[in-house]
């Protein structure tokens, strides 16, 4: 079945730690995305990669890192820097199409808590 | 600038009534619009789409929404309520103005009573 995966699907840090969330996925996307999601905010753009070896930063990059060395996975680390990480990290991959996004597509979430 | 507005954070409906969740947004081109929905600790599931076609767009589950460019609108409804309905819905644009980025609402929870 084609999808995205994220794992794991809940992860602790201890404070001064780096971690790195997992997101692989088959469906030959092109453009790939972080997203953060809080109580009450919605969802905001970390980061995001239209193709292999780039990558731009979104609203709130700051304190995390990503890589695309493959085109099907874009593993996103959060840095000692990230002074509030816990928070739920959703993945999603988009195609597009005549110039247009057709939808984004989902992985099911990593639940980062830091203790 | 917010791209997304959903005009209610929580909206409340009995069993077997309509639902209506409201969405506004602001584009310069011409915008790619969806809803998706999304259960407790879940991913996020496309409920439906508009891209330039049909302004009345039909979903899954029932659901229905219809982009109306003079009043910047695409709203979601569906007839009768489900319990199954109860969830976090997401109204979301993206225009190529703004590369092509999905820009989402704060969201709006529904609740279904029975």
């Known amino acids: 079945d084609g999808g995205i995966t994220q794992s794991p699907k809940y992860l602790f840090r201890k404070e001064g730690q780096n971690v790195t969330l997992s997101c692989e996925q088959n469906l030959n996307h092109d453009a790939m995305y972080w997203y953060r999601q809080d109580p009450g905010q919605g969802l905001r753009l970390i980061y995001y990669s239209q193709i292999v070896n780039d990558f731009q930063k979104g609203d709130i990059a700051e304190g995390y890192s990503v890589s695309r060395e493959k085109k099907e996975s874009f593993p996103l680390t959060v840095t000692s820097a990230q002074k509030n990480p816990t928070a739920f990290y959703l993945c999603a991959s988009s195609i597009l199409t005549g110039g247009r996004n057709t939808e984004a597509f989902f992985g099911q979430g990593t639940r980062l808590t830091v203790v | ?114």
Request: overall charge neutral.
């Open chain 2, 1 to 114: 600038a917010q791209s997304v507005t959903q005009l209610d954070s929580h909206v409340s409906v009995s069993e077997g009534t309509p639902v209506l969740l409201r969405c506004n947004y602001s584009s310069s081109y011409s915008p790619s619009l969806f809803w998706y929905v999304q259960h407790p600790n879940k991913g996020l599931q496309l409920l439906l789409k508009y891209t330039s076609a049909a302004t009345l767009v039909k979903g899954i589950n029932g659901f229905e929404a219809e982009f109306k460019k003079s009043e910047t609108s695409f709203h979601l409804t569906k007839p009768s309520a489900h319990m199954s309905d109860a969830a976090e819905y997401f109204c979301v644009v993206s225009d190529r103005v703004r590369g092509n980025q999905f820009y989402f609402g704060t969201g709006t929870s529904l609740t279904v009573i029975p």
